[in-house]
């Protein structure tokens, strides 16, 4: 069975800049989770979606990202316009309907603004 | 909220020996805790959980220990291996307040194995 899947695994781009990152979770888990570590720090929760629909968009920094899940298979999450300080790694998991605890990431997105 | 803290960044074992990693959080609320190991270039795994009425869960090598009293808890990694290298950290899933639950990560401890 294939796990989670992310892509790009690493994303250079300049201050100003959008990027999306893509995130493929593992076929019929209803929940998808995206986090992020900035260097040094802890993992991050950022939102949380329940098939197409966010049930906790709580820890997205700002209006400057923006996250989707069309359909509910793939997400997408966008930053626009990028700072320096949104650089990190970019982490999503899924799980089962009602197993939110066990949660199976993706191996990242490295992103770095410059 | 929950927030949840770290002992020790990094910790080096010599192979063969146990290695301790701790972990502090503080809210005593909390009732399910998970470690997950972080190899280089890979997101985090599942290794074990525990859920607050126990005190101890046992692994393939890997033990928890959980002690509500001072909210704290521990990975015990039994006969450590080249292998075990890799960020530990230990998380929290509770519910954020918000509509969802959460993990609420620590930092997490390096481990690394001296051959």
């Known amino acids: 069975e294939a796990g989670v899947t992310q892509f790009p695994s690493h994303s250079v781009i300049e201050k100003g800049q959008t990027v999306t990152l893509r995130c493929d979770p593992i076929s019929g888990h209803d929940n998808l989770y995206w986090y992020r570590r900035v260097m040094g720090k802890e993992i991050k929760f950022l939102l949380h979606f329940v098939k197409e629909s966010k049930q906790d968009e709580s820890g997205m920094p700002n209006n400057r990202f923006l996250a989707e899940r069309t359909g509910g298979t793939y997400s997408t999450l966008k930053v626009q316009p990028a700072e320096l300080e949104d650089s990190g790694v970019y982490f999503c998991?899924?799980?089962?309907?009602?197993?939110?605890?066990?949660?199976?990431f993706g191996p990242g997105t490295r992103l770095t603004v410059t | 909220g929950e927030s949840v803290g770290l002992h020790l960044p990094t910790l080096s074992v010599q192979e063969g020996d146990n290695s301790i990693i701790n972990c502090a959080y503080s809210?005593?609320?909390?009732?399910?805790f998970i470690w997950y190991k972080q190899e280089s270039g890979k997101g985090p795994q599942f290794i074990i959980d525990i859920r607050s009425n126990m005190d101890k869960r046992q692994g393939q090598r890997v033990t928890v220990l959980l002690n509500k009293t001072v909210k704290h808890l521990s990975l015990q990694i039994a006969a450590t291996q080249p292998g075990d290298s890799a960020v530990y950290f230990c998380a929290v899933f509770a519910y954020s307040g918000a509509g969802s639950y959460q993990l609420t990560f620590g930092k997490g401890t390096k481990l690394s194995v001296i051959p």
């Open positions: 998991a899924s799980s089962l309907q009602d197993r939110g605890g066990e949660q199976y």
């Open positions: 809210n005593s609320a909390s009732d399910y």
